[in-house]
């Protein structure tokens, strides 16, 4: 293929989409596979980086709401997200010619609430200190009795489209793929995708929030530990209160562990992505690299990749975070 045609065919997947693709493989876009040489040399380990922030609406999230919008009878779907989630969400149903309804914590990043109304999808913002999400999903139901209520991860059609990811990662055949951990739709996802395309040998670990680890004490009790709230992480898309019973009954054998980030870590995989990798990561999407700071010594001699989930961080926040402050 020559230059142009290179950059055609960029051009090309670049533009957003205006009609109904035929198929999930044909909506999504594949995950941009990165070889930081500056951020490998730093951590000391041979890394990949599966970066899903080139992905519509900036995250791996379309994957997941896009299968599943594209697979139910309902015109209206209602879902509680802290953002990704639900910009994903709002483009699938504005590619399908639906409705979405989307509620989000009143400290959701505002960029992340602008992209869902430009979306077209409809915002119905939560104080989470006096009423849960799933409290007001429950109160908008009941107003809306024609809409699905979907789950932005405890759903089968949630974890079959982001298995996708695992079927993109598969034939690469790293040691380890670290996958951010809030309820489990990614993890459970990628785990199924790599099964499904015959590699059992690729470790698949989970890197989650210290302050909500509420996976990594589900796997050692062997069932599924709640927070008692909501997280208050700098991961905000791992603000979940538990892994989904959907997710469990895939995670509670596939994953073979899981790494507890501290929020220090957390903000230097941020800093880290933007100096060594030149990429821009929100703090949930950087839970893979700090799992590499957190546990170096875990990863010395393997072939790792970290899944980054997306690049949906607000520019205040950005601008700590990179700066040090």
């Known amino acids: 293929m020559s230059v142009h045609a290179h950059e055609a065919a960029y051009y090309k997947m670049?533009?957003?989409m205006t009609s109904k693709p035929d198929a999930l493989e044909d909506a999504i876009r594949p995950t941009t596979l990165i070889e930081p040489r500056r951020l490998r040399t730093a951590l000391g380990i041979d890394l990949h980086i599966a970066s899903e922030t080139f992905q519509h609406t900036g995250s791996f999230k379309f994957r997941a709401a896009y299968n599943l919008a594209r697979l139910v009878a309902e015109e209206t779907i209602l879902?509680?997200?802290?953002?990704?989630?639900g910009q994903a969400l709002a483009y699938a149903c504005k590619l399908l010619n639906k409705n979405a309804i989307i509620v989000m914590p009143e400290t959701s990043a505002q960029v992340k609430i602008d992209a869902v109304r430009e979306h077209g999808g409809r915002v119905e913002p939560v104080d989470v200190t006096v009423k849960s999400r799933a409290e007001r999903v429950a109160e908008l139901a009941k107003e809306h009795p024609e809409a699905l209520v979907a789950s932005a991860y405890d759903d089968p059609r949630v974890i079959d489209g982001n298995a996708s990811l695992g079927w993109?990662?598969?034939p690469h055949d790293f040691d380890d793929v670290i996958v951010p951990v809030g309820g489990g739709g990614l993890s459970a996802g990628i785990v199924q995708g790599i099964r499904a395309h015959g590699n059992d040998r690729?470790?698949?670990?989970?890197?989650?929030?210290?302050?909500g680890n509420d996976a990594a004490r589900s796997l050692r009790e062997g069932r599924i530990v709640r927070n008692e709230?909501?997280?208050?992480?700098i991961a905000d898309g791992a603000r979940?209160?538990?892994?989904g019973e959907h997710n469990w009954a895939i995670l509670k054998d596939g994953l073979a562990g899981i790494v507890e980030v501290p929020e220090a870590h957390i903000e230097d995989a941020v800093r880290l992505a933007f100096l060594r990798a030149n990429l821009k990561v929100e703090p949930t999407g950087a839970l893979s690299i700090g799992a590499l700071l957190t546990e170096p010594e875990r990863f010395e001699g393997r072939n790792v990749c970290c899944v980054v989930t997306g690049g949906n961080v607000d520019p205040e926040v950005y601008r700590r975070l990179i700066g040090g402050g």
Request: proline share 9%; charged share 15%.
């Open 14 to 16: 670049s533009e957003p």
């Open 79 to 85: 879902t509680a997200s802290s953002g990704n989630f």
């Open 168 to 170: 993109e990662l598969a």
């Open 202 to 211: 690729t470790q698949v670990i989970g890197a989650e929030p210290l302050i």
């Open 229 to 233: 709230r909501e997280p208050q992480t």
């Open 240 to 243: 979940t209160v538990s892994l």
